[in-house]
């Protein structure tokens, strides 16, 4: 079956820039989980979803983050007015249920000049 | 602040031996633990999951937990060469009503020929 894609792949932008990152879970996982991955690092959580709803966004860094899930299932990342220490890789995973296993996205490499 | 420590490595061992890879962490009631492996440029995909203290065994995989001494690792049999990634532990408990994995930065090995 499908699993976890995101889109694009890869994004290269300029600072100040407003970029959309895009999640599709594998179909039913009600969990969904935004993470950021620096080289050399494990990935670092930002947003969780359990439905429509955020259930805990206490990892975004700051106010030019925001993450959206309106029918419960695809997930947008927001981030406005980008800075170059954005530069990272987005991971998005999704699971059954918060608890459960996590399956995880091939990522969106965002390269902020 | 939940912490996850790993030894980033690398470790390196010869092909046809026994990697054993630890994580150690700071919350005691964390409730599941998780291993990874993660190559170079891809996203994280999961190994094994255990929780419960005691080991699991997946085929050339061992997971080991001792919640007393706050403490998981993962044996590798037999290593072979196409093991050479980064080996990342995740545990996740429920804070504040959510629950939320911690990911170590991972352990590097490399099995060499």
């Known amino acids: 079956g499908a699993g976890v894609s995101q889109t694009p792949s890869n994004k290269v932008t300029e600072k100040g820039k407003y970029v959309e990152l895009r999640c599709d879970p594998i179909?039913?996982?009600?969990?969904l989980y935004w993470y950021r991955q620096s080289l050399g690092q494990g990935p670092e959580f930002l947003i969780y979803?359990?439905?429509?709803?955020?259930?805990?966004d206490s990892g975004l860094p700051n106010d030019r983050f925001f993450a959206v899930r309106p029918e419960g299932s695809v997930s947008t990342l927001k981030i406005q007015r980008t800075e170059r220490g954005d530069s990272a890789v987005y991971l998005c995973?999704?699971?059954?249920?918060?608890?459960?296993?996590?399956?995880f996205g091939p990522g969106t490499r965002l390269t902020v000049l | 602040q939940k912490e996850v420590e790993q030894n980033s490595g690398p470790l390196s061992v010869p092909e046809g031996a026994i990697a054993s890879l630890n994580c150690t962490y700071s919350?005691?009631?964390?409730?599941?633990f998780f291993w990874y492996r993660q190559y170079s440029g891809k996203s994280p995909e999961l190994i094994m999951s255990?929780?419960?203290?005691g080991d699991k065994e997946d085929g050339r995989f061992t997971a080991q937990l001792n919640k007393a001494s706050q403490y998981v690792s993962l044996l590798i049999r037999d290593s072979q060469p196409s093991d050479s990634a980064t080996y990342l532990c995740?545990?996740?408990?429920?804070?504040?009503?959510?629950?939320?994995?911690?990911f170590g930065r991972g352990t590097s090995l490399i099995v060499h020929p």
């Open positions: 995973a999704s699971s059954w249920d918060p608890t459960d296993t996590q399956y």
């Open positions: 179909s039913g996982h009600t969990a």
């Open positions: 979803f359990q439905g429509t709803g955020a259930a805990d």
């Open positions: 919350d005691r009631v964390s409730q599941s």
């Open positions: 255990i929780y419960s203290n």
């Open positions: 995740a545990v996740g408990g429920v804070t504040g009503g959510s629950y939320i994995p911690t």
